[in-house]
């Protein structure tokens, strides 16, 4: 299946609602696979506190009737419903600002392999996404990226299973 932004837009439509509705943070959308294996609709869902198997069940049931009705996937396929983890993916622009200062991975629709493009997360405006790499700031329209994950530490990932942001220091 060729996965195109268009796919998983109209993805994220039939889904955030319902993930919404269920007091849950819709994080990711990824559609996997095709023509060899089968395709796989994996959902990443997050909730200050944490979230436990009974939430992803619980997500996993009332997603796919509404899945069924819109029937955005033609193809056979299987539904995932996930925490988002320590290589925590990034799709929405206000979460490419919101995790500014952490270290990213970013894949750009139409590139081939593993060729990912790590740096620094500087934050987004406009629809554009800001990426340190090196010394030089480099520029992507969030159209053009298939797929970003940070590279949180520990650190960061414990904050954020906390509610609170993965880069500022707790006062004591």
Same mark, same amino acid.
Not at 43 to 62: L, M, P, Q, T, Y
């Given at each position: 299946?060729?996965?195109? *932004?268009?796919?998983?837009?109209?993805?994220?439509?039939?889904?955030? =609602?319902?993930?919404?509705?269920?007091?849950?943070?819709?994080?990711?959308?990824?559609?996997?696979?095709?023509?060899?294996?089968?395709?796989?609709?994996?959902?990443?869902?997050?909730?200050?506190?944490?979230?436990?198997?009974?939430?992803?069940?619980?997500?996993?049931?009332?997603?796919? =009737?509404?899945?069924?009705?819109?029937? =955005?996937?033609?193809?056979?396929?299987?539904?995932?419903?996930?925490? =988002?983890?320590?290589?925590? *993916?990034?799709?929405?622009?206000?979460?490419?600002?919101?995790?500014?200062?952490?270290?990213?991975?970013?894949?750009?629709?139409?590139?081939?392999?593993?060729?990912?493009?790590?740096?620094?997360?500087?934050?987004?405006?406009?629809?554009?996404?800001?990426?340190?790499?090196?010394?030089?700031?480099?520029?992507? *329209?969030?159209?053009?990226?298939?797929?970003?994950?940070?590279?949180?530490?520990?650190?960061?990932?414990?904050?954020?299973?906390?509610?609170?942001? *993965?880069?500022?220091?707790?006062?004591?």
């Amino acid at each position: 299946m060729l996965v195109t *932004p268009d796919i998983l837009r109209r993805l994220r439509d039939t889904i955030d =609602p319902v993930v919404d509705r269920l007091g849950y943070e819709l994080v990711a959308v990824e559609l996997t696979g095709g023509a060899d294996s089968r395709t796989v609709l994996r959902i990443s869902i997050d909730h200050a506190g944490g979230v436990g198997i009974e939430d992803c069940g619980k997500v996993a049931r009332e997603l796919s =009737p509404a899945l069924d009705v819109d029937d =955005p996937i033609v193809e056979a396929y299987n539904l995932e419903v996930s925490t =988002p983890g320590i290589e925590r *993916p990034v799709q929405k622009l206000a979460d490419f600002q919101r995790f500014a200062g952490c270290e990213v991975r970013i894949k750009p629709f139409g590139v081939e392999g593993r060729r990912r493009v790590k740096g620094t997360l500087l934050g987004a405006d406009g629809g554009v996404v800001r990426v340190r790499v090196d010394k030089d700031e480099r520029l992507f *329209p969030v159209e053009s990226i298939e797929r970003a994950n940070l590279a949180l530490t520990f650190d960061q990932f414990q904050r954020l299973g906390k509610g609170l942001p *993965p880069n500022e220091t707790e006062s004591t």
